[in-house]
T-cell receptor, first 112, second 111 residues
Framework: NAGVMQNPRHLVRRRGQEARLRCSPM?????VYWYRQLPEEGLKFMVY????????ESGMPKERFSAEFPKEGPSILRIQQVVRGDSAAYFC??????????FGQGTRLTVV | DQQVKQNSPSLSVQEGRISILNCDYT??????FLWYKKYPAEGPTFLIS?????DKNEDGRFTVFLNKSAKHLSLHIVPSQPGDSAVYFC??????????FGTGTRLTIIP
């Protein structure tokens, strides 16, 4: 049973481009969470999704950020018109129920 | 509003001694608590958890203590080993909601 898979591991985007981060949860897990870690900071919650539903997006910036978890395929975190301040490590986690969440290796986004 | 707080950003402990990492929370509705360990450039790894109906949970060298009246939990690692050097995050959960994390404590084990 493979763990939570995130890709790409590293992503470089120029300011103004779009970034797409993918997360394939563990088999059988229907809950997906996205967290962001800025340099020298802790893990900040962004969004919590179940299949085809956004349960809690209270941590998502109001503009440029969106997330989805379709019926088929990975969860996608999309950042439009990236800015330097979006540079961070983005972690996805999945769980079968809302308890222990298992994390992927993360995607390190660098905006140049 | 930081609902889960780890007030010590760093901690250094001699190899073989006990490491104690602390975590405080403000939301009395939290009913499940977890500790994660994170190495650089990797995702957090689940370590140990405790339900609010318990006050202690032990797994090998790791023990988590929960003091609900003080809204405080701690992770004890004994004996500490060099491989324990990492950033430790505590996290809390209420019902079906998201995990809320503390800011982390960087533990360094000195050989």
């Amino acid at each position: 049973n493979a763990g939570v898979m995130q890709n790409p591991r590293h992503l470089v985007r120029r300011r103004g481009q779009e970034a797409r981060l993918r997360c394939s949860p563990m088999k059988g897990h229907s809950h997906v969470y996205w967290y962001r870690q800025l340099p020298e900071e802790g893990l900040k919650f962004m969004v919590y999704l179940q299949k085809e539903n956004i349960i809690d997006e209270s941590g998502m910036p109001k503009e440029r950020f969106s997330a989805e978890f379709p019926k088929e395929g990975p969860s996608i975190l999309r950042i439009q018109q990236v800015v330097r301040g979006d540079s961070a490590a983005y972690f996805c986690a999945s769980s079968p129920v809302a308890q222990v969440a298992f994390f992927g290796q993360g995607t390190r986004l660098t905006v140049v | 509003d930081q609902q889960v707080k780890q007030n010590s950003p760093s901690l250094s402990v001699q190899e073989g001694r006990i490491s104690i990492l602390n975590c405080d929370y403000t939301n009395s509705m939290f009913d499940y608590f977890l500790w994660y360990k994170k190495y650089p450039a990797e995702g957090p790894t689940f370590l140990i958890s405790i339900s609010s109906i318990k006050d202690k949970n032990e797994d090998g060298r790791f023990t988590v203590f929960l003091n609900k009246s003080a809204k405080h939990l701690s992770l004890h690692i004994v004996p500490s080993q060099p491989g324990d050097s990492a950033v430790y995050f505590c996290a809390a959960l209420f019902g079906n909601e998201k995990l809320t994390f503390g800011t982390g404590t960087r533990l360094t084990i000195i050989p």
